[in-house]
């Protein structure tokens, strides 16, 4: 039976929508910057750039100002737009991220029946600004016990330097009582393997698992979570 104390949480696309607040503030600020309407196919394309970055910077190829700026470079190279715009609109893009909270499935009553009954971490890549406003806007950093957001850190989950610090900061000797719980194979699956703690894969959209990465557990829906650690 599994006994875990520690629950570490991936923030965007795990408990918090991240494709809905990452379109709305694109749409938004499409508009306010003069670019048009932002298509669904647009923002398809964006995803793609996007990912690629961002999986570049996990395999520690790029740093994140790469990352945060140079996405929204080739976007906008790719769709005629000023490519020069692409810093302002990262700065104001990262606030308006924190404009559109939506939970994934029922995370915030999950996550606040499991308040007390384990110590929480909210365990994220995401950048400063736009995390800090989310988690207070959203009211998860009154949830989390702890929050490690990997800008702060200066290492980007999947890397065990990431976990150390957690581990430290957490005390957590016991790792067998830890588990990761995350929409990410290549960050927190693989993240936790590095860190050698248990690892819960949310997969809502029924993707196939690729890679070299071991998943102890894997769900679909938020709530399965309750049955694993019943
Ligand atoms: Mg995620």
Known sequence: MADYRYLLWDIDGTILDFEKAEKAAIEGLFKKYGFGKCTDEMLGRYSVINRGYWEALERNEISKPEVLVGRFRDFFSEMGLPVEKAEAF????????????????????????????????????????????????????????????????????????????????????????????????????????????????????????DGNVSIKYEIAKLDEIEKILA
Do not use: H
Request: aromatic share 10%.
């Open 90 to 209: 990262n700065k104001d893009y990262q606030l308006a991220l924190g404009d559109t909270i939506a939970f994934c499935d029922n995370a915030y009553e999950i996550l606040k029946r499991a308040k007390g009954k384990y110590i929480l971490a909210a365990v994220t890549n995401g950048t400063k600004t736009a995390q800090v406003k989310k988690l207070s806007k959203s009211g998860l950093d009154e949830i989390f016990d702890y929050v490690f957001i990997s800008e702060e850190i200066g290492v980007e989950k999947p890397n065990a330097g990431f976990f150390d610090k957690v581990f430290d900061d957490m005390k957590i000797v016991d790792k067998s009582k830890a588990l990761i719980i995350g929409d990410s194979l290549t960050s927190d699956i693989k993240g936790g393997n590095n860190a050698e703690i248990d690892t819960c894969w949310y997969n809502p959209k029924g993707k196939k698992a």
